[in-house]
């Protein structure tokens, strides 16, 4: 007999699915309780440092992140008194914010702090408590992070040549969001509905050649499909909404829908093992 629910991915998948996601190099992880500007409580959050950005999971097991926080322009981070014994508090402060992060022993803080301030500072810290091993992390940390710092700045000729692109060839150039499939509607509605432990959420071709579609399936009080269109808009991105919402990117744009819903909704997202085939199916009209 078959289990009602669906087993949970292996590690590795998990590993390979969030690869599919960003390809940043994934430096340290574990668990934080994290507090952001928007936030009115501390939140539990699976966490990956990957480059200088912190990517925040639900939970350990969890193929595609809730939140993600951008550390490159960090100005400082500073240590906070925790009236909870064996516990880490310390601040990042950042030039739109402050966030509040909370280890679970006072071990674990202490390489937070040294992965952060490695990566965002490029230098290895000298005042954090650490054995050598974890200190010879810290230095591989930093020459992989110099590496990759150098092989994604754009050469000066690069730069003149980008300067301006052609609409085509920039969109040749651009990589797509991992959910993003050439369907059509009625496709991107069967893909959603007969695999719904995959995701919720496929971004797709608009009806015409400059517009995007968001197709999406929640369950409220039933299973329900809609979809939103996504128009480009010089080398922007307009959300047709009741307050249209601007980005600069359709990874943003991705990134707007889970936060709204709090990672409600899901990228799409096949695995390797997984076919594309799909076969007729209703589909819901927009409202």
Known sequence: MMAKNPPKPAPRRIFQERLKITALPLYFEGFLLVKRSEYQEYKHYWTELRGTTLFFYSD???????DKLDLIDLTCLTDQNSTVKNCAKFTLVLPKEEVQLKTENTESGEEWRGFILTVTELSVPQHVSLLPGQVIRLHEVLEREKKR?????????SAVEKKEPTEDYADVLSPMPACFYT???K??????????????????????SKSYSITIRQE????RI???KVMSVGKNYTIELEKPVTLPNLFSVVD?????TRGNL??????????????????????
């Open 183 to 185: 369907v059509s509607r």
């Open 149 to 157: 710092r150098i092989e994604t700045e754009p050469t000066p000729s």
């Open 187 to 208: 496709e991107a509605t069967e893909m959603l509905e007969k695999n719904p432990s995959l995701g919720n959420m496929i971004l797709r071709p608009g009806s015409d």
């Open 220 to 223: 409220i009080d039933m299973p």
């Open 60 to 66: 350990k097991k969890s193929p595609t992140y809730v």
């Open 256 to 260: 707007y829908f889970m936060k709204e």
């Open 226 to 228: 809609k979809h939103y």
């Open 266 to 287: 899901r990228p799409f997202i096949y695995s390797a093992d997984e076919t594309s085939e799909t076969e007729g199916s209703p589909v819901t009209p927009l409202k």
